[in-house]
């Protein structure tokens, strides 16, 4: 038996930097992982699939694709991962670790299935996530690859079929047809990333079926047969689909079982997440003679930084400063050409799971999330809107034509439960970026509370779209009011500038959040928004200028007091028009 402070189940991405952390600050640390030290994410997630990614986009052969990926993997070799938490002071213990005692693992050694018992006072469970099998009969007898098995293998199938239609799914469609494979996309539900808007998944299907791919929605896989050159697919409406291979990526599910969970009281069943606190605490677990954490896919997150972040706020409650996480701004993002980036909470998507999910919706993929400031299961459940529902039998190319014109509407209120958003869009094809990088599918949506002039949530689609939404996610979690972000000025020629177009058309409307928030309140609502700061008088006299004008006008475009006629000289000083790059 050796004692430790702290005790880490799952050296993944959240084990390992919790282990660290709390090494670093003096507590001792043992961690356990029957893997690779680092996790899915640095071996067989996210890396392999952005570096395939990245030499698809560079148009590089396969092969050497390949050997990039093995040199960004580091040949799935993680001896240097725990050489880093040796001089860390983090006791690494190979094999696999189960909850004997509230305060005891036991860890099978991998090598040798000798036992070793390890107590700890701090406990945190890590162990990530696995893949669910979906109920289609035959799947045992063909051959079919999980993702990880496929971001490990260098075999680039001649025909393949990847069975799933939400994150990973859609980046490695778009991969493996880069490189030449002949892919079919099966996806159950009527369109792609059905967490999201359908906006995203739609321009997602156009622009993976420009990459050469098939795609099949609103398809339910039924019955898979082994043939002399792979599988057949049988589709619920009859038809079949011949493959070298069948790549599942239909979801996961948290991972659980055989961890001993019970000795802790708990009761967990396939597929549900560890309710956890806002300080990453365990629900349910109070009173035993250990304190239990949790960080990671476990919880229900299906992202590396949510992981990331949620492994900083064990840490620092462990050690003893206190910290609740916030989940109000965790980015979704998919890394596919065009990309796609969420961010908060979108219309009818602000319902929450009690951690109860199957795992098998596609959003178990690296999927959405979604904020809530008790509860922090990430996975959300939303219904198909009436709207969504008729977009969705539009053809892809009608889609986009629909992206197009809807580009044009003012701000949408939205009604149902939680808070009213407002909704403006702007498409990427109407700035001088979209114009010379020829983009004419990305969109962006931004989603403001009109009731305190926030912004909620935003979605976009566009080339490196995480990169220039970042703002967005500092908005959001900052609570910096829609006025304010109005007004910040945007590099050209940028994808700033579709932003700058959805920002001002918020701020602008009858509708404007932050005018509703103006008129409820009567006085600007800085202290409500815990925004103070040196700048506040200055941000309060902007917005007075807006309610003010506000009562003039009822609908302007640019709501700030600039004089219109020297912004017009200006704009012809410089000689830039409009016509110049549409
Ligand atoms: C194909 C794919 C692509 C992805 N791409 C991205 C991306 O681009 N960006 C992004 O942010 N996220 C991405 N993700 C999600 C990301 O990989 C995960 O969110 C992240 O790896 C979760 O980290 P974790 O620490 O919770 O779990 P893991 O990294 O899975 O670590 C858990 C560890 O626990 C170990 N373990 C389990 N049970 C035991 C036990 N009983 N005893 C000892 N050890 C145990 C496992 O071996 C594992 O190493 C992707 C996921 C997939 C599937």
Known sequence: MAAFDVVVLGGGTAGVHVATEVAGG?????????????????????????SLLLSAG????????????????????????????????????????????????????????????????????????????????GLSDIPAWTTAQSLSSPDLPRRLIVLGGGPAGCELTQMYASFGSQVTLVEAEPRLLPGEPAFAGEILAVALRRAGADIRLGSRATKAERTADGLTLALEDGTRIDAARLLLASGRRPRLSGLGLDVLGLEVTPGMALPTTTRCEVAGTRGQRVRVWAAGDVTGTTHTHASHYQADVVAANILGRHREADYSAIPRCVFTTPSVFAVGTIPGGTEETTGAGDGNGPDADHGPGNGGKTRRMLRIARPPSAEAASAEAASAEAASAEAASAAEASPVAQGGAGPRLVTARARLGDTARGYLGQDDLGRLELYADAGTGVLAGAVAVGPDAASWMSEVTLAIRAKIPVAVLADVVHAFPTYGEALQTALRELAGTGDSPARADQQEKGTGTLSELDMETPEDDAIEQHQEVIADEAVASPRREVPFDVNEADAAEQERAVGFDDDDYR
């Open 58 to 137: 560079r148009g590089e052969p396969w092969e050497d694709a390949v050997a990039r990926r093995a040199e960004v993997t580091g040949g799935l070799d993680d001896s240097a991962a725990a050489q880093r938490l040796n001089r860390a002071g983090v006791q690494v213990i190979r094999g696999t670790g189960r909850i004997t005692a509230p305060d005891t693992v036991e860890v099978t050694r991998a090598q040798s299935a000798a036992t070793t018992k390890l107590t700890g006072s701090d406990l945190v469970i890590a162990t990530g996530s696995e893949p669910v099998a979906p109920p289609i009969e």
């Open 26 to 50: 003096g507590k001792t640390v043992a961690l356990v992982e029957a893997g690779l030290i680092g996790g899915e994410s640095a071996y067989l997630a996210c890396l392999p699939s952005n």
